[in-house]
Nanobody, 123 residues
Framework: QVQPLESGGDLVPAGGSLRLSCIVS????????MGWYRQAPGSQREMVAA???????TYADSVKDRFTISRDDDKNTVYLQMNTLKPEDTAVYYC?????????????????WGQGTQVTVFS
């Protein structure tokens, strides 16, 4: 059974950094497309970043040049490095496993979601 498990969320000041981790059981992350999403209170869940099996990455415009998605195949883990955090980055961050990398460069999520990790950025 595919099961993502996120960690690394915290309370941080604006301008700070965090690294989120997503370890996945049931698949080999290096062979699959993976994505990070977030959901703020009262908002829809939105894609933040995704990585294809070939290592191609895509980002939401709001996080480009601040966030970086990567993976460690040996640890079967996907990361989201978040720099220069802003209060509007406050949300629950979710990992999605084994989605579909689209030819357009986007990402279609699968039904495999983690439980989420809370990121709160204060000014």
């Amino acid at each position: 059974q595919v099961q993502p498990l996120e960690s690394g969320g915290d309370l941080v000041p604006a301008g700070g950094s965090l690294r989120l981790s997503c370890i996945v059981s049931g698949i080999t992350v290096g062979d699959k497309a993976m994505g990070w999403y977030r959901q703020a209170p009262g908002s829809q869940r939105e894609m933040v970043a995704a990585i294809s099996p070939g290592g191609y990455t895509t980002y939401a415009d709001s996080v480009k040049d601040r966030f970086t998605i990567s993976r460690d195949d040996d640890k079967n883990t996907v990361y989201l490095q978040m720099n220069t955090l802003k209060p509007e980055d406050t949300a629950v961050y979710y990992c999605n496993a084994d989605g579909i990398s689209l030819l357009s460069g986007g990402y279609r999520p699968s039904r495999y979601w983690g439980q989420g990790t809370q990121v709160t950025v204060f000014s």
